[in-house]
């Protein structure tokens, strides 16, 4: 089955250190998104790519790093500069060639500081 | 800038009844979805609505799109309790982006 598969599932983070959280796709998409949700709030975009070696900044892009050197793989850092890190990351992918299909989802990495 | 606006943003009711969620966007878009998300879940895309008068229904949801009025509706039909979950509508802007709602906690009580 195709998908999009986040990790790890839970995240801990110390002060003054960055951590990565993995995204990796099989639904052949061009597209792919990283938002956080904060608790009883809506998404918020922190990074896009449309394309591999090619991504923009979000609305939040501030503390956070990626990078697109495959196609199936989306990784968000967030770094030492993310002053208040806590939050439930979101990983979608859509079809750049039909803007009109849904993103898809992973199951999100939960992430907290220690 | 395209914004979005869902309401009411909690909505507690029991089973049986029939309730309205609204979602309005400030400027023209071509695409509209509505997402639902169970507590400490992923999301999962439930309509897409593309055009003026759309009507989509899947069990006891119905979603319709009225472009002209910037406005959304996601209507639920003698509720049960496993409709319990946030309900997220998401509007396309003129990019490849979704702009988001705050989320309808919808909670259903026997």
């Known amino acids: 089955d195709g998908g999009i598969t986040q990790s790890p599932k839970y995240l801990f983070r110390k002060e003054g250190q960055n951590v990565t959280l993995s995204c990796e796709q099989n639904?052949?998409?061009?597209?792919m998104y990283w938002y956080r949700q904060d608790p009883g709030q809506g998404l918020r975009l922190i990074y896009y790519?449309?394309?591999?070696?090619?991504?923009q900044k979000g609305d939040i892009a501030e503390g956070y790093s990626v990078s697109r050197e495959k196609k199936e793989s989306f990784p968000l850092t967030v770094t030492s500069a993310q002053k208040n890190p806590t939050a439930f990351y979101l990983c979608?992918?859509?079809?750049?060639?039909?803007?009109?299909?849904?993103?898809?989802f992973g199951d999100g990495t939960r992430l907290s500081i220690l | 800038e395209l914004k979005v606006e869902q309401n009411p943003l909690f909505l507690s009711m029991q089973e049986g009844k029939n309730y309205t969620i609204y979602c309005n966007y400030s400027?023209?878009?071509?695409?509209l979805y509505w997402y639902r998300q169970d507590p400490g879940k992923s999301l999962e895309s439930l309509f897409v609505?593309?055009?003026n008068g759309a009507v989509k229904q899947e069990g006891r949801l119905m979603a319709s799109l009225d472009t002209k009025a910037r406005l959304s509706t996601l209507h639920i039909t003698a509720a049960v309790h496993d409709l319990s979950a946030t309900y997220f509508c998401?509007?396309?802007?003129?990019?490849?982006?979704?702009?988001w709602g705050a989320g309808t906690k919808l909670i259903i009580k026997p």
């Open positions: 979608a992918s859509s079809n750049r060639d039909n803007r009109y299909q849904p993103q898809h």
């Open positions: 639904l052949n998409h061009d597209a």
């Open positions: 790519s449309q394309i591999v070696n090619d991504f």
């Open positions: 400027t023209t878009s071509d695409r």
């Open positions: 609505l593309l055009s």
């Open positions: 998401a509007v396309g802007d003129s990019n490849y982006q979704l702009i």
